[in-house]
């Protein structure tokens, strides 16, 4: 069984190959990733009427690929799109907080709210009680809140600096104002891994699903769609949490090539690249942290598949070979889409960790369609 510890050694081996492999060293990214949060903090979560601001994510990203050298270049490309932040309005109480909980309109309020409790305690103490208080709402903004804040956390676990600190209370933020929970049912947990339980899910009927729009909107008919409510409890989540979410991920990377035709890419991506930022917080959770993180980080991916899926899982069975690592970074660089990039990356991170053939061949397929 593979414990938290061997986690953590596998992941920063990766990272460290890879940034050996190119003159530098897992304690430090020539500053480039700190330049970028810097010139980063003067945006906003979001642009083009709700568009999630990708820039931090990828930008580390880039550095944990060994690819630092092109965090400027690629920031500058994808800045010019960007808007400022919106303004703070009225103080959110450290003990009242809940009524701003999914607030969207207070994401400002939020990210001072935590840039306050990061200055007045160690961040490592802030994510261990913010955790289990957000996982439920692991679904809000299709996952980016979660994906923004485990990239954060990664990033200080490497090197604590007052961007990374700023980058962390923003990812928090930005969770906790769009937080938002799916249906679930009171339904005792389950002793099924996602690989078992995946094959049991109903999906949405095709003249219900919506064909476009913003992720969020085509998970509303959840709301109404009874057999979905007892997704969430499908699952066992008393095992080792290592072994959970590398069957997470590889069954979602196998969805991903199985339903991610055109108009559905990106929402299968973060079927994967939203789980797998999940595990970067393990290291910082609790037990009821980490129990909720595998509930709920299961459901979010869930919902995605039974909300746009329109095939089953297992249908197909295609395995070709793949590509390599380092063809598979180069690519994602030259591609420059943020997406393709948090992709190859958490495929890489996951394929390092329990190898599997489906990572690299999900990473090698979105190269090829983002």
Known sequence: MVERRDVLRSTAAFAA?????????????DGALDL????????????????????????EALVTLGRADAVARWVDGYAGRLQPPPSATEPIPRNAWQPALGRRERVADWAVLFRRELAEAPWREVLRAWVPRLAPGFVAVAT????????????????????????????????????????????ANGKALPSQAISGLELLPASEQRQSGFITARL???????????????VA???????????????????????????K??????????????????????????????????????????AVGDRPAGSSGRDPAPLGAEALVERAVANGD???????EACLR?????????????????????
Do not use: C
């Not at 809140?145 to 700023?166: D, W």
């Not at 937080?179 to 339904?187: A, V, Y």
């Open 220 to 234: 509303a008919p959840l709301e109404r769609f009874v057999p979905f409510r007892d997704v969430a409890a499908r």
């Open 350 to 370: 996951e394929d390092a960790i329990e190898p599997r053939a489906v990572y690299q061949l999900a990473a090698l397929d979105a190269l090829g369609r983002l």
């Open 144 to 187: 980016h809140g979660a994906i923004r804040t485990g990239h954060a956390a990664r990033a200080l676990g490497v090197r604590e600096t007052p961007p990374r600190l700023h980058e962390l209370a923003e990812g928090l933020a930005y969770w906790a104002a769009n937080f938002t929970r799916l249906p679930e049912s009171d339904t």
């Open 338 to 344: 943020e997406h393709a990039i948090k992709l190859t």
């Open 17 to 29: 190959a890879s940034l050996a492999g190119r003159g530098l060293d897992a304690a430090g990214d």
């Open 237 to 263: 989540v008393d095992g080792d949490p290592s072994a959970f979410f590398s069957d997470l991920t590889r069954t979602f990377a196998r969805v991903y090539l199985e339903n991610a035709t055109p108009g």
């Open 265 to 306: 890419v990106i929402t299968f991506v973060h079927a994967v690249t939203g789980p797998s930022a999940a595990r970067l917080l393990l290291p910082y959770a609790d037990a009821a942290g980490t129990r909720a993180l595998m509930r709920y980080a299961w459901q979010a991916a869930a919902a995605l598949f039974v």
């Open 36 to 59: 970028a949060l810097e010139r980063l903090a003067r945006t906003g979560p979001e642009y083009a009427g709700g568009l999630a601001n990708h820039a931090p994510m990828a930008a």
